[in-house]
């Protein structure tokens, strides 16, 4: 697997648009600034991880799938769209 480094500025590394938060990874040789996602701010990182999970349960799992993960098979489609798909069926 090749890994990308981030180049975040403002999210201190903890939001998902963090390609090394949102794939459940420690920064490592980032271009970030003041970064919160490393083994130093554990704690922090834990509050942050905790809190998208809250929003979405499905926010840290690879973006494309293709193997059974519970009720929901993934057949190569993005999960974005299989959980909204998802979602919608629960929320009528």
Same mark, same amino acid.
């Given at each position: ?15 998902? /648009? $963090?390609?090394?938060? =949102?794939?459940?990874? /420690? $920064?490592?040789? $980032?271009?970030?600034?003041? $970064?919160?996602?490393? &083994? ?13 999970? !809250?929003?979405?349960?499905? @926010?840290?799992r ?8 519970g009720?929901?098979?993934? !057949?190569?489609?993005?999960?974005? @769209?299989? @959980? =909204?798909? !998802?979602?919608?069926?629960?929320s &009528?």
């Amino acid at each position: 697997m090749i890994r990308k480094s981030c180049n975040c500025r403002n999210s201190r590394c903890l939001k998902l /648009y $963090c390609e090394c938060f =949102s794939s459940g990874l /420690y $920064c490592e040789r $980032c271009n970030c600034t003041n $970064c919160s996602n490393s &083994v130093e701010s554990a704690d922090e990182r834990q509050e942050a991880v905790e809190a998208v999970l !809250d929003r979405n349960l499905i @926010a840290f799992r690879p973006k494309i799938a293709s193997n059974n993960i519970g009720r929901i098979f993934f !057949d190569g489609r993005h999960n974005k @769209a299989v @959980a =909204s798909l !998802d979602f919608s069926l629960h929320s &009528v």
